[in-house]
């Protein structure tokens, strides 16, 4: 019994060796994707004393998104955001935060699947987020 062991254990061992021979650059190969490059412009508007605003800026932060942050209780901010929303024909909610631009969609609250699709992370349909959001402004 030993002896079927330990030759199970040399054989396994001579697989590993040649195999780390033969396919050297293998082992060098790093397992962790590199983050896309971004190419949309994004934008957060937020409040200091908002938790949902520290985590959605943290998630984009960990997908090393570049991002303008603006304060909502800020007048020049909100003014800006009131006229951004006008320009784009957007006529939802604008009083919660966070409340986050990519490019021209805007998104309200921190959901981190929509962002996903928002920037290209993620392959997802954004279909059901236009549902959702339309049947909110119809109540």
Not at 56 to 67: N, P
Not at 105 to 120: D, P, T, Y
Request: charged letters at 25%; proline letters at 1%; hydrophobic letters at 35%.
């Amino acid at each position: 019994m030993k002896e079927t062991f330990l030759i199970l254990c040399c054989t396994l061992l001579c697989f590993i060796i040649s195999f780390s021979a033969c396919n050297s650059s293998f082992f060098d190969q790093q397992t962790v994707e590199s983050p896309k490059v971004q190419t949309k412009k994004v934008t957060i508007y937020s409040t200091s004393w908002c938790g949902w605003c520290v985590k959605a800026k943290k998630f984009l932060d960990d997908y090393g998104v570049t991002y303008t942050e603006k304060d909502v209780e800020n007048e020049e901010d909100r003014t800006e955001l009131v006229k951004f929303a006008k320009k784009i024909g957007y006529n939802g909610e604008m009083d919660a935060v966070p409340l986050i631009i990519i490019d021209n969609h805007i998104i309200v609250g921190f959901n981190a699947k929509e962002l996903m699709c928002r920037l290209g992370l993620k392959e997802c349909t954004l279909q059901f987020f236009r549902r959702a959001r339309s049947e909110l402004r119809s109540e």
